[in-house]
């Protein structure tokens, strides 16, 4: 695996590989993989020639400093995992190159950010689209992997990519989970065993949603998954709603749509957990 820090030579390299005929799928990341990050680079392995994945832990979404100053970094630990699932340049910028010349833009995310999310980190998406752009730009990526996870930034990004006319296809990729059902997230090594334990509460909390979706009201449904999260009263909820699939604008009554979103996060001891579950219209036998 090639390691490039500078982004001209990274430009240079994705236009290397296109001119032998290879497509560029990228993986961007902060690092600290886990096997959600390396099932995208699973994933565009299988589908390109030329498989980039950066890690650059991007200040601008970033609105809480003790988050970026403990945010996990490690390198060392990253690269052979990347080995493994076959990616063969890792981009790891420095900021300072990243971000030569750069003046941030103030996008228009067409009111995608005005949820979830969106209030409760000020400034967060226009950070990621920012530093997404410019990765975008210095990788030239024909098609891009985000989780699923992130929901909110998937739909924002693919917005971007709509309005701004990036070429870059955005393929939205399943929430890896751990046995237990809590999604797999960098942040989760920073909790110990007591709260590695009550953050499960947030994937029970979507999955009592998920059986009750389309059968009772909306806001009964809610309720019945604050029911879940009270049992762990160390858990302290930021936001709990279900949201159109489309634009996740949330919603009060059931949509017309076959699915619907729930989306959670909480607090639970030092990280911000953040998850997100389709629901699904039960087939009318089921009824
Ligand atoms: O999802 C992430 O890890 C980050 O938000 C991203 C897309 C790499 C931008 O910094």
Redesign the pocket.
């Known amino acids: 695996m090639e390691f490039i820090e500078d982004p001209t030579r990274m430009s240079e390299s994705s236009a290397a590989a296109r001119k032998t005929g290879r497509t560029v799928g990228f993986v ?3 690092g600290a993989l886990h096997e959600g ?1 390396l099932d995208l680079v699973r994933r565009a392995r299988a589908e390109h020639g030329q498989v980039v994945c ?1 890690i ?3 200040p ?2 970033f609105n809480n400093a003790s988050d970026l100053a403990n945010y996990p970094r490690q390198l060392d630990r990253d690269i052979p995992l990347l080995e493994g699932a076959g990616c063969d340049v890792l981009f790891a910028p420095r900021k300072d190159a990243l971000f030569k010349d750069f003046v941030p833009t103030q996008y228009d995310l067409g009111g995608l950010d005005a949820h979830w999310e969106g209030p409760s980190r000020p400034g967060h998406f226009q ?2 689209v920012n ?2 752009e410019r ?1 975008f730009f210095h990788v030239r990526p024909d098609a891009a992997y ?2 699923e996870k ?1 929901r909110q ?1 998937v739909t924002i ?1 693919r917005h971007m990519a709509r309005t701004l006319h990036w070429p870059e296809r955005i393929i939205p990729c399943p929430t890896v989970r751990a046995s237990d059902g809590l999604a797999l997230s ?1 942040r989760n090594q920073r909790l110990n065993e007591r709260e590695r334990a009550m953050a499960t509460v947030l994937y029970k909390a979507l999955g009592r949603a998920a059986e009750l979706a389309f059968l009772q009201p909306l806001p009964a449904v809610l309720a019945a998954a604050k029911d879940i999260l009270a049992t762990e009263p160390e858990v302290v909820l930021d936001h709990i709603g279900i949201a159109h699939p489309d634009d996740l604008r949330p919603l009060v009554d059931w949509p017309e749509t076959d699915t619907a979103v729930a989306l959670i996060a909480a607090q639970v001891g030092p990280v911000r957990l953040i998850d997100n579950i389709t629901l699904h219209r039960p087939a009318k036998a089921d009824r």
């Open positions: 961007p990341t902060m990050h950066s650059f832990v991007n601008l979404q950070g990621v530093v997404v990765l985000f989780g992130d930034q990004i960098s």
